[in-house]
T-cell receptor, first 110, second 116 residues
């Protein structure tokens, strides 16, 4: 079993839809959970950062962490064509290394 | 916000030559820097971790003599691909960890290396 599992998609939604992206993990040592957005041929850009379990909201984005289920989610409300990108979950705990999911490619159609 | 500058963004070199990629944290001090490689439609693969003034720690399977990493200061790390071959063509990304809004990871914009 991989440490972090993420459905690579692709995921295609109409503009204005609510998008749900998810990752599961197996390492109980993970304490910090991040979501990055990566446009083609660019470096990842941090969207959300969460410590331990709980919810965090920032504008149209909401991150949820359920440590008991080892499951994290990112919700995007009122999705826009500019949200079209690859979304990577990343986790850290026990060492300095970030462990990434494979990334989910999202396309928001106008 | 935190910014990591990575140069060059794109480089083409001849087989057998060496290429240096530079990564700078512009507005914070990076206690640790990371170098990744990313293949098309794949996630980031960690190559090595470096701390200022120390030797880099390479991941299993990464040739340390081929991918030379120097972390000369708290704001600068370089990756040199030595004797490059076409199979080294890839997208290389650096990341710097330090105190910004949180003790987190900021990524550079990446370098696309093409070896011909």
């Amino acid at each position: 079993q991989k440490e972090v599992e993420q459905d690579p998609g692709p995921l295609s939604v109409p503009e204005g839809a609510i998008v749900s992206l998810n990752c599961t993990y197996s390492n109980s040592a993970f304490q910090y959970f991040m979501w990055y957005r990566q446009y083609s041929r660019k470096g990842p850009e941090l969207l959300m950062y969460t410590y331990s379990s709980g919810n965090k909201e920032d504008g149209r984005f909401t991150a949820q962490v359920d440590k008991s289920s080892k499951y994290i989610s990112l919700f995007i409300r009122d999705s826009q064509p500019s949200d079209s990108a690859t979304y990577l979950c990343a986790m850290q705990g026990g060492s300095e290394k970030l462990v990434f999911g494979k990334g989910t490619k999202l396309t928001v159609n106008p | 916000g935190a910014v990591v500058s990575q140069h060059p963004s794109r480089v083409i070199c001849k087989s057998g030559t060496s290429v240096k990629i530079e990564c700078r944290s512009l507005d914070f001090q990076a206690t640790t820097m990371f170098w990744y490689r990313q293949f098309p439609k794949q996630s980031l693969m960690l190559m090595a971790t470096s701390n200022e003034g120390s030797k880099a720690t390479y991941e299993q399977g990464v040739e340390k003599d081929k991918f030379l990493i120097n972390h000369a200061s708290l704001t600068l790390s370089t990756l040199t691909v030595t004797s490059a071959h076409p199979e080294d063509s890839s997208f290389y990304i650096c990341s710097a960890r330090g105190w910004t809004e949180y003790y987190g990871y900021t990524f550079g914009s990446g370098t696309r290396l093409t070896v011909v």
